[in-house]
Every structure is written in C-alpha cells, then in structure tokens.
C-alpha cells in the first residue's frame, strides 16, 4: 500500500496512538441544563422523549412544500472528540468549545490514571476529572466519556482486553465512576457534575484490544451494564465505537467479526447505543449501501438485524484530515475517494462537514463526533489549528448547527428534484421553516425548483443571499437556486 494512504488509513486507529435503541426500558436522560447552550436554545426534554421524539408519517408530493410544523424534540446529534484538559474555563482552549457551539464533547477517561494500584474506591484519585466534568456540565456540554486504558495489574498492557480475574474489579470501578457522576446527590463529584453517556473502550475490534475476545467483552458488557443501571439508571451505555474498517484480511488491525462474535455471545442485551467510526478513505466499502455515513449506518443495522437486536446508532468519530486534497496531479492515485478536483485539503473538509452532518441527520443518528476538535500530530483534521486557532471548518460546523440542530429530518431529496443524477439533497424542518441542504456530488453545477416565492440561500460559511420567483424570467412561484458546493436552501 502506498506509503501516504497508509498514513490515511491509521486515522482509524487514532484511540490507540493517543489514548498511550429501540432498547425495551429505554428511558434516557434530560440533562439538568436546559436552555441557552453556547448561543442555541436547546428544547426541555423530558428524559422519556430525549431520544424518543415521535414524528407522523408524511405524505410527500414533488415540489409541494411540506404544511406541517414539524419541530425536533431531541437534542442535536453534533459533537466533537478532545483530549485536551478542560479545567481552566478561561483558558483558550475551553472558549474555543464553548464558542464552536457543540453540545456532545467525547473524551476519554482513563481506569488507570484514577486507580493505578488495585484498591478500593475511597482510594481511587479523581482530580484529574472532577473539575473537568464540572466545567462542561455547567456550560451545557454533555460528556461521552470513554472508559479505556487499563492498569498494569488488570491486564497484559494497557490496551489489551481484561483478564478474566480482574473483571469483578473494573465493575467496582465503572460503578464507582458512574455513581460520582450522577449528580444524584449521593456520593458525588464538587458541584454534582452529571455525565449519562458511558462508552466502553475505544474501536475494541482493534486486534490488541478486544478484537478476537468478542465473547469476552460481551461477558463484560453483561457484568458492567447491570452495574452502571444501578448506580444511575439515566445512564447510556454505548458499545465501544468500532472501526469496523481496515479489516486483517486487508493489512490492518481490525477484525471484522468481532461484532458478530459479541452478539452471537449475547451481548446485544447490554448495551443501549451502537456505535461505529466512520472516515472516507474507506468509504467505497459502503457506497452500495448508502452515501457516506449512511451506507456503513444501514450496513451495520443490518448485521444487528440478524441477531435480532435494534439499537439507536452513533458515530463517535468521523473527520476529514486537510492532507486529503485534490489540486495536485497524483491525487486520483493517492486518494481516490476524492471525487472533486482542484480542491485544497480545507475546501473539501468544509465539504465534508456539511455533508457528513446533513446525512447523519437524516440517517437518525443520534451522536456524531467529528475527531478531532483540534489539530493533533499526525492528524490534521481540526476545526482549530494545534495552537487554537480558527480553520475555517469551525465556522462551517457552527453554521451546521446552526441551520441543522433543531432541525428534524423530513426525506430525501429525488434526483429530478436536484436537477442531476450526480447530486445530492435532504430536506428538513425547523418547525414552520422548511430546510434543504443540497449538493453536487463531483463539483458539477445543477439547479433545483423551490416552491416558494423567495428563498435564502446560505452557503457553508453562514453567508446568506436571497433568491425570488422571477429572477429565471418566470413567474410561477417557483424560485430556482443553482448550486454546486452544498447550501441550504431555506423557505417557508
């Protein structure tokens, strides 16, 4: 394999080199803050309809505008991994996060940094998070927190699955953890900091992690997953995000049938959320069964099916890295799932971004954390550079929540509603207002027909012109919006 796409392909395997529903109870948690998060007014959710919102079947007719008032009632799938420290609020590096207006922030929490030496937990160290859990909870932030790096005396290093011995003794650590993070009232953090969402290992399917001991973790999940419901039943337990990409078979580290070999064992009965990784130099491997995200979305649900269990799905980390780029001559050789030419590296990650974002939308996927926040040798995916400073994907994924985070997805847009067989579209609702985000999909230009007399048009960037019937020489309360790079296109 070519030296460059092998540096592309060890993104999946990023945990690693830095970490050094339809569920039958399903009762999920409304965070204690609600309202303004970083600018955007977040619904109050009841804990029973955080991720249960229930939308009536619509009847779509090509270029009616839809009349229903449909309004999201769960909170926005869009989120960012770090792995930075967060326990200075005034620090550069916390305003950025606030200022990018995410509200999932995944980061990892390490088993051996709070219990080094096997003990009991009014010995455990938690200064390292307490302060960190605090800062993000009172800022509006919802932490996924990844539970991974085990101590020397649990395993054969710190990547590596548990031996069997000490499973009874990472129990008592996740309860212990999640019991501090409840906010409960019994047992907690300074401040009472809440943390819900608990993932368990990073990409496990990674061969010197879990990979070939899919049993063994689903022996684990059955252990820790009663532990966790019983020191905070608003707790969800989401299956370690798999790469699910870069198989042995083909050179890499993954195994491709530990999924099923967790399933098999009955693991699908302890967790709440699966959860996959998902980045473009694999995406050939899904386009048969949907564009980006979605196909390996609709793959994997798919393979769950077979085993009878259906789950809420998230991505707890997809990105586009600035090396990838198409305005040098080999780039067809070296990245070939580039599809645009002439691009740089920050152009086509812009792209990305509203397109990775718009179809996790409309694919219900519930939490997508784009990797990383910030720029981390050797990965180069940041909406801010290594020293915090703005890329110009941070104000693309501020306008993606802005325009898509209360927005509830509708359908999919036809190619003859697009104006090409080589574009792309979803429709949305933001209550009243009716929200299509459209694009081509090999930097062609194409033209769509909006049935209203005047449209905004916003492009990636936030920058809004405005569109009316006539402007095409007709008047027949149609407006027509070219585009090539993606857009919203925004009505009543």
């Known amino acids: 394999m070519n030296r460059r796409l092998i540096l592309l392909s060890v993104a999946l395997i990023v945990g690693g080199l830095l970490s050094a529903f339809t569920v039958e109870q399903s009762v999920l948690p409304a965070s204690k803050n609600t309202g303004k998060v970083a600018g955007i007014v977040q619904p109050a959710l009841s804990a ?9 079947e619509l009847t779509h007719t090509v270029y009616l505008p839809l009349v229903a008032h449909i309004c999201r009632s769960e909170p926005m799938p869009m989120g960012v991994q770090i ?11 916390f305003q950025r996060l606030v200022e990018s207006n995410t509200l999932w922030v995944r980061k990892p929490i390490y088993w051996r940094q709070i219990e080094p030496n096997n003990t009991t937990p009014d010995n455990y160290n938690w200064s390292i998070y307490d302060t960190q859990y605090l800062n993000a909870y009172n800022n509006g932030l919802k932490i996924v927190a990844t539970i991974e790096q085990n101590p020397d005396w649990a395993a054969d290093n710190y990547e590596a699955h548990i ?19 409840d906010g409960d009232g019994v047992d907690d953090a300074p401040g009472s900091p809440v ?10 399917d990674r061969d010197v992690r879990w990979g070939h001991y899919g049993a063994e973790y689903a022996n684990m999940l059955s252990q820790v997953y009663p532990a966790i419901k019983q020191a905070n039943p608003n707790a969800v337990v989401l299956m370690g995000g ?10 890499g580290p993954f195994n491709r049938y530990f999924i099923d070999d967790v399933l098999a064992a009955g693991g699908g009965d302890y967790f709440d959320v699966m959860n996959f990784h998902y980045y473009p130099p694999f995406m050939g491997n899904w386009s048969s069964f949907g564009s980006g995200l979605i196909g390996k979305n609709n793959y994997l649900r798919a393979e769950l099916a077979k085993y009878n269990v259906e789950k809420p799905v998230a991505v707890t980390e997809t990105g586009w890295d600035v090396h990838w780029r198409s305005d040098i001559d080999d780039y067809q050789i070296l990245y070939p799932f580039i599809k ?26 519930k939490i997508t954390n784009w990797f990383v926040f910030n720029d981390i040798s050797p990965f180069y995916s940041g ?7 703005k890329r110009p994907s941070f104000g693309v994924f501020q306008n993606v929540v802005a325009q898509l985070g209360q927005a509830q997805y509708t359908r999919t847009l036809t190619a003859s509603e697009l104006g090409s067989a080589n574009a792309e579209g979803y429709a949305f609702a933001r209550c009243q207002t009716q929200i299509y985000v459209v694009w081509t999909t090999d930097g062609s230009s194409a033209s769509i027909h909006i049935p209203a007399g005047t449209v905004d048009v916003v492009d990636m960037y936030g920058n809004t012109s405005q569109t009316t019937d006539g402007a095409d020489g007709n008047s027949d309360g149609i407006t027509t919006v070219a585009y090539s790079a993606p857009v919203y296109i925004v009505f009543q």
């Open 383 to 389: 909406f801010v550079y290594s020293n915090f400073d």
């Open 340 to 365: 645009e030419s002439g691009l740089t590296g920050e152009e086509l990650q812009n792209r990305f971004v509203v397109r990775t974002f718009s179809r996790a939308v409309a694919a219900d996927i």
């Open 48 to 56: 029973k309809n955080e991720w249960f919102a229930q939308t009536a």
């Open 195 to 204: 943390v819900n969402y608990w993932e368990l290992y990073n990409e496990p």
């Open 83 to 93: 792995y930075y420290d967060i326990s200075d609020t005034s620090s550069t590096q």
């Open 163 to 181: 031996n069997s011995e000490y499973i009874v003794d990472f129990v008592e650590f996740v309860a212990a953890v999640v019991e501090r993070y």
């Open 242 to 251: 798999l790469a699910y990409d870069w198989f042995e078979e083909d050179g």
